[in-house]
T-cell receptor, first 113, second 114 residues
Framework: DQQVKQNSPSLSVQEGRISILNCDYT??????FLWYKKYPAEGPTFLIS?????DKNEDGRFTVFLNKSAKHLSLHIVPSQPGDSAVYFC????????????FGSGTQLTVLP | ETGVTQTPRHLVMGMTNKKSLKCEQH?????MYWYKQSAKKPLELMFV???????ENNSVPSRFSPECPNSSHLFLHLHTLQPEDSALYLC?????????????FGSGTRLTVV
């Protein structure tokens, strides 16, 4: 049973527009959430994170929103650039048995020029 | 050299072969991890080492055998694998085990079992 779900395997967006990647989780022990970006032939690289005490964290063009009641988080990229084309993984961790990072299956983002 | 380095980048092996994957980190991290990434699936945590001691084994078959001789090196020994074991194997490290510390990943070893 997947505890972190990314239900959209792929997303295409026009350059300059907003990209919104979604992630849902089921484990209420999760209290820290991260997004990783992965290019082909490279390992995932950390992008942005958010603690459960916040509902928004912004870093340049990237903003992560957390809705704890819905157990949902999203990553907004605006404006989207062709170099943002990659696979984006949502990950979560927490206390106790949830202390290790649990990843979603990823969303392939393609930004069209 | 900095970061997390994995060798080899690609590996093709027969089901009766024995091979090893190597991971090396130069970040001064105390925890290291092996993940498996199969197509269209989440990254699956296989093993966790903290201060060279294995602290977690996520029900991985015994044909995968990890070794952590020191805090900078991590190996994954492979023997009598199955074709369904073909995947991208990723090594990661973190300053401390668990939450709130970003993991640094290597580029992975693309394993094909024939």
């Amino acid at each position: 049973d997947q505890q972190v779900k990314q239900n959209s395997p792929s997303l295409s967006v026009q350059e300059g527009r907003i990209s919104i990647l979604n992630c849902d989780y089921t484990n209420s022990m999760f209290d820290y959430f991260l997004w990783y970006k992965k290019y082909p032939a490279e390992g995932p690289t950390f992008l942005i994170s958010i603690s459960s005490i916040k509902d928004k964290n912004e870093d340049g063009r990237f903003t992560v929103f957390l809705n704890k009641s819905a157990k949902h988080l999203s990553l907004h990229i605006v404006p989207s650039q062709p170099g943002d084309s990659a696979v984006y993984f949502c990950a979560a961790s927490g206390a106790g048995s949830a202390r290790q990072l649990t990843f979603g299956s990823g969303t392939q983002l393609t930004v069209l020029p | 050299e900095t970061g997390v380095t994995q060798t080899p980048r690609h590996l093709v092996m027969g089901m009766t072969n024995k091979k090893s994957l190597k991971c090396e980190q130069h970040l001064g991290h105390n925890a290291m991890y092996w993940y498996k990434q199969s197509a269209k699936k989440p990254l699956e945590l296989m093993f966790v080492y903290s201060l060279e001691e294995r602290v977690e084994n996520n029900s991985v078959p015994s044909r995968f055998s990890p070794e952590c001789p020191n805090s900078s090196h991590l190996f994954l020994h492979l023997h009598t694998l199955q074709p369904e074991d073909s995947a991208l194997y990723l090594c990661a490290s973190s300053q401390e085990m668990g939450l709130n510390y970003g993991y640094t990943f290597g580029s992975g070893t693309r394993l094909t079992v024939v």
